[in-house]
T-cell receptor
Framework: GAGVSQSPSNKVTEKGKDVELRCDPI?????LYWYRQSLGQGLEFLIYFQGNSAPDKSGLPSDRFSAERTGGSVSTLTIQRTQQEDSAVYLCASSPSGRAETQYFGPGTRLLVL | AQSVTQPDIHITVSEGASLELRCNYS??????LFWYVQSPGQGLQLLLK??????LVQGIKGFEAEFKRSQSSFNLRKPSVHWSDAAEYFCAVFSSGSARQLTFGSGTQLTVLP
């Protein structure tokens, strides 16, 4: 079946602009995660959605970052007033139930802030 | 808080040689452990996972890992490396507490010489 998809695959933006990154999880997966992969920080957890529960936003680095998940499926990660340090690969993952189980990752969105 | 250490940033082996990538974790409860592989420009692919039971787990592409609770380790091994194994390898532990997320090590870059 189809895996996790993300769009765009690459995004170049200017400092100060807002960007939206999209994640389409595996059908039927109730848990959705966003991670960031950057040279200096490695792989970091950003946010976790489980079904209709309030998301766990504990990994978001600043209030410029937000995410939503509509209808328990597609998720959008929004970065407002982008800064150069936001340049990274943003990875989305989904899993069937959010318990201790395999997370399936998408190919990522590579964001470059000029 | 949980943490994962991969002490080797970069390892180089010859094709056909054996491989061992080290991973040490810190986690208060029973750990749920994973190894993922990332090829250039790709997302993360699961190699294998340990939840409970037999401490020697088999994965895809001929990889195996051994969970040693006394050493807090989960080292990845392969008896004979192929050129296609060149990639970055990440060890991770899943937190099953209130913050459900994967915590990753910093990764080990594997180079395979012909």
């Amino acid at each position: 079946g189809a895996g996790v998809s993300q769009s765009p695959s690459n995004k170049v933006t200017e400092k100060g602009k807002d960007v939206e990154l999209r994640c389409d999880p595996i059908s039927g997966h109730t848990a959705l995660y966003w991670y960031r992969q950057s040279l200096g920080q490695g792989l970091e957890f950003l946010i976790y959605f489980q079904g209709n529960s309030a998301p766990d936003k504990s990994g978001l680095p600043s209030d410029r970052f937000s995410a939503e998940r509509t209808g328990g499926s597609v998720s959008t990660l929004t970065i407002q007033r982008t800064q150069q340090e936001d340049s990274a690969v943003y990875l989305c993952a989904s899993s069937p139930s959010g318990r201790a189980e395999t997370q399936y990752f998408g190919p990522g969105t590579r964001l470059l802030v000029l | 808080a949980q943490s994962v250490t991969q002490p080797d940033i970069h390892i180089t082996v010859s094709e056909g040689a054996s491989l061992e990538l080290r991973c040490n974790y810190s986690y208060g409860a029973t750990p749920y452990l994973f190894w993922y592989v990332q090829s250039p420009g790709q997302g993360l692919q699961l190699l294998l996972k340990y939840f409970s039971g037999d401490t020697l787990v088999q994965g895809i592409k001929g990889f195996e890992a051994e969970f040693k609770r006394s050493q807090s380790s989960f080292n990845l091994r392969k008896p004979s490396v192929h050129w296609s194994d060149a990639a970055e390898y990440f060890c991770a532990v899943f937190s099953s507490g209130s913050a459900r997320q994967l915590t990753f090590g910093s990764g080990t870059q594997l180079t395979v010489l012909p």
